[in-house]
C-alpha cells in the first residue's frame, strides 16, 4: 500500500507507477491467436481480455469480485450558480444510494459489483476555487487517503464514481488547468444548467484559473486547488488500485478529470484505467482525446455516480467469457487459415 501520508510521498508513488505484466498480456494474445474465430474478429473485447491479464497479472483474467466506489463531497463554487441544483441534493443523493433507490444501486447489481459510498465531510464544503484553494493540503490528503483505503484490495476490478453537486464545474478547471484552455472549452451543461448558468460556469471556471497560476504547472496542485474531496478521492482510489494490481473503469467527465493528473505525473499512469463511457458532458470527448482513451460505451448519459463505469463491466465479463470460453481450432476440430 502506497505512502499517501504527504505530499512528497504521493507524489513518489505517483512518480513510480508500477509497469504491467506483459508476459500475462502476451499469454492472452497467443490463446485469442488458437480460437474459433478469424484474428481480430472479436474487435476490442480482444484487446480488453489482455488489458485485464495485463493489469491484474494472470494470464487467465477474472471478474469474480468486482468493487463499485462512489465518494461524494460538496463544493464551495456552488454558491456561484453553476449548478441548477442545490447543494443539499449531495447528502440527500447519498441517503438514496443507502435506501437502493439511485441507478447505481440498479446497475452495480447487475454488473455483479459491491457497491460502496463514501461520503467525504458533506457538512463542509471545499472552499469556492474562484476565491481559494479548493482544499488546505492536509483536507486534500486526507481525501486522497481515505480513496486509497476505501479499495478492496482483493478486487479483480474497481468501477469509480463521484456525487457532487457543482462537481462539473471543478472538473472543467481542473481539465483546463492540465491540459491547457479555458472555461468556454471545457465546461458544459452538468446536470442541465441554462445559457446564463452556463455562462456563469465558464466565467467561474476562468476566475478559478486565474486564482491559481500554480495549478497550470504542477498536476497534483491542480487537484488541490481546482478539485474537490470526491475527486481526490478518485486519485487516491486509482493509484493505490495499480499498486494493488487491480485494473479501473473510470466514469464520466468528472471522474476522469479527477484521476487524469496520474497520467500527466507520469508517462503511462493511467495505463491500468478505461473509460467506461463517454459522457454527454461537453468536455468529456475532448479530455478523453486529450489522455488517448476510447471510451467503452457512448450512450449519452450524463449521470455519473459510476453509472457508465459499471454499465460496462458486462462487456469486460463477456470478453473473458469468450477468452476462456471458446474452443480452440484444435480442440473443435475446426481448419485454420491455410
Ligand atoms: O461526470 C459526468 O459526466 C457528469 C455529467 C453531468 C452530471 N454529473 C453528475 O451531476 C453532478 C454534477 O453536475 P453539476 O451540474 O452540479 O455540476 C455530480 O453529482 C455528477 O455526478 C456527472
Ligand atoms: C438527482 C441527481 C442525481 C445524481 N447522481 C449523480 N449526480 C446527480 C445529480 C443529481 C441532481
Redesign the pocket.
Known amino acids: 500500500m502506497p505512502d499517501f501520508s504527504s505530499l512528497a510521498t504521493l507524489r513518489a508513488a505517483a512518480l513510480a507507477p508500477p509497469p504491467g505484466d506483459e508476459a500475462a498480456a502476451a499469454a492472452v494474445a497467443a490463446r485469442q491467436a488458437q480460437l474459433t474465430k478469424p484474428p481480430g474478429s472479436l474487435g476490442r473485447l480482444e484487446e480488453l481480455a489482455a488489458w485485464l491479464a495485463r493489469w491484474q497479472s494472470r494470464a487467465m483474467p477474472r471478474l469474480e469480485r468486482v468493487q463499485v466506489l462512489v465518494f461524494a463531497g460538496n463544493h464551495g463554487v456552488a454558491a456561484r450558480g453553476v449548478s441548477p441544483?442545490p447543494a443539499a441534493?449531495t447528502a440527500q443523493?447519498v441517503a438514496n444510494f443507502a435506501a437502493g433507490g439511485a441507478a447505481i444501486n440498479q446497475l452495480a447489481a447487475l454488473a455483479g459489483a459491491a457497491l460502496r459510498v463514501v461520503p467525504l465531510a458533506l457538512e463542509r464544503p471545499t472552499a469556492d476555487i474562484t476565491a481559494a484553494a479548493a482544499m488546505a493540503e492536509a483536507e486534500f490528503l486526507d481525501a486522497v487517503a481515505t480513496g486509497a483505503a476505501s479499495l478492496d484490495p482483493a478486487a479483480d476490478l474497481l468501477c469509480l464514481g463521484e456525487?457532487g453537486i457543482a462537481n462539473t464545474t471543478a472538473g472543467a478547471a481542473l481539465a483546463a488547468a492540465l491540459f491547457g484552455g479555458r472555461g468556454a472549452d471545457w465546461a458544459g451543461r452538468g446536470?442541465g444548467v441554462d445559457a446564463e448558468g452556463l455562462s456563469r460556469k465558464q466565467a467561474a471556471v476562468d476566475a478559478a484559473l486565474a486564482q491559481h497560476p500554480e495549478a497550470r504547472r504542477d498536476p497534483l496542485e491542480a487537484a488541490r486547488r481546482l478539485g474537490g474531496r470526491e475527486l481526490a478521492a478518485i486519485l487516491g482510489a486509482t493509484l493505490a488500485a495499480r499498486h494493488h494490481r487491480i485494473p479501473v473503469l473510470l466514469d464520466g467527465f468528472t471522474g476522469t478529470a479527477a484521476a487524469a493528473p496520474l497520467a500527466l505525473l507520469a508517462p503511462g499512469g493511467l495505463d491500468h484505467a478505461r473509460i467506461g463511457h463517454v459522457s454527454a458532458e461537453a468536455g468529456h470527448r475532448r479530455l478523453l482525446a486529450a489522455l488517448e482513451q476510447q471510451a467503452l460505451l457512448d450512450l449519452g448519459m450524463r449521470?455519473?455516480?459510476a453509472s457508465g463505469a459499471a454499465l460496462a463491466v458486462p462487456l469486460l465479463r463477456a470478453a473473458l467469457a469468450c477468452h476462456a470460453g471458446m474452443a480452440t481450432f484444435a480442440e473443435a476440430g475446426v481448419a485454420d487459415r491455410a
Do not use: N, S, W
Open positions: 441544483y441534493v443523493m456525487m446536470t449521470l455519473g455516480e
